[in-house]
């Protein structure tokens, strides 16, 4: 059974720093890319990162790059999301997902890791 | 404003067939494969149909389908669990971004 469990969510100041994991269990990590994919209260879903599956590729939505940095761990199986210079409107809960290897279609979602940057 | 453009809200009683729509560009649904996911009261998304495939445990009362620059999810006889949100995505090559749809809120009456 596919497992995406993510961690290290919290509160934090404006400015400040989180990282996030995601332990992958279920399936071969190291052949799949992944994504972090983020909902802010009362929104939609919004596209976060990607990382290819040897980490040779890293995308970023408009919104978070130069402040979020995406990493993997293929011997851990493990996703990371390094978030500094965090704001107010980062305030979201974050997923990671796992590509199905179809045009970036993600076929299996974490729980989720909620964030609250704020004073 | 999403690249990808779905209806708002749509809504149909129990066992009737209804269809959301996912609109992009060549870029995106032209060229490659959708997915679409279910939220439910806000929590976590679960995949409902992605490509042409049906993931294991989702019932075959869920479909999808493309044409050209449009993608479809059908949900063949609704049923009062499927009340929820849908959102879409594909990856974007123009703009090398993971595109999302603003999410359909369906409702069963």
């Known amino acids: 059974e596919v497992q995406l469990v993510e961690s290290g969510g919290g509160l934090v100041q404006p400015g400040g720093s989180l990282r996030l994991s995601c332990a992958a269990s279920?399936?071969?990590?190291?052949?799949?890319?992944m994504k972090w994919v983020r909902q802010a209260p009362g929104k939609g879903l919004e596209w976060v990162s990607h990382?290819?599956?040897?980490?040779?590729?890293?995308y970023y939505a408009d919104s978070v790059r130069g402040r979020f940095a995406v990493s993997r761990d293929n011997s851990k199986n493990s996703l990371f999301l390094q978030m500094t210079g965090l704001r107010a409107e980062d305030t979201a809960v974050y997923y990671c997902?796992?590509?199905?290897?179809?045009?970036?279609?993600?076929?299996?979602w974490g729980q989720g890791a909620p964030v609250t940057v704020s004073s | 404003q999403s690249v990808l453009t779905q209806e708002a809200s749509v809504s149909g009683t129990v066992g009737q067939k209804v269809t959301l729509s996912c609109t992009g560009n060549r870029n995106n649904v032209g060229k490659y494969a959708v997915g679409w996911y279910q939220q439910i009261s806000h929590g976590a998304p679960k995949t409902v149909f992605f490509?042409?495939s049906l993931p294991s445990g989702i019932p075959d009362r869920f479909s999808g389908s493309k044409s050209g620059t449009t993608a479809s999810l059908t949900i063949s006889a609704l049923q009062p669990e499927d009340e929820g949100d849908y959102y879409c995505s594909t990856w974007d090559a123009g703009l090398n971004v993971a595109a999302f749809g603003g999410g359909t809120k369906l409702t069963v009456l």
């Open positions: 490509g042409d």
């Open positions: 997902a796992k590509d199905s290897g179809l045009g970036g279609t993600l076929d299996y």
């Open positions: 279920g399936f071969t990590f190291k052949n799949y890319n």
């Open positions: 990382i290819s599956w040897n980490s040779a590729t890293t």
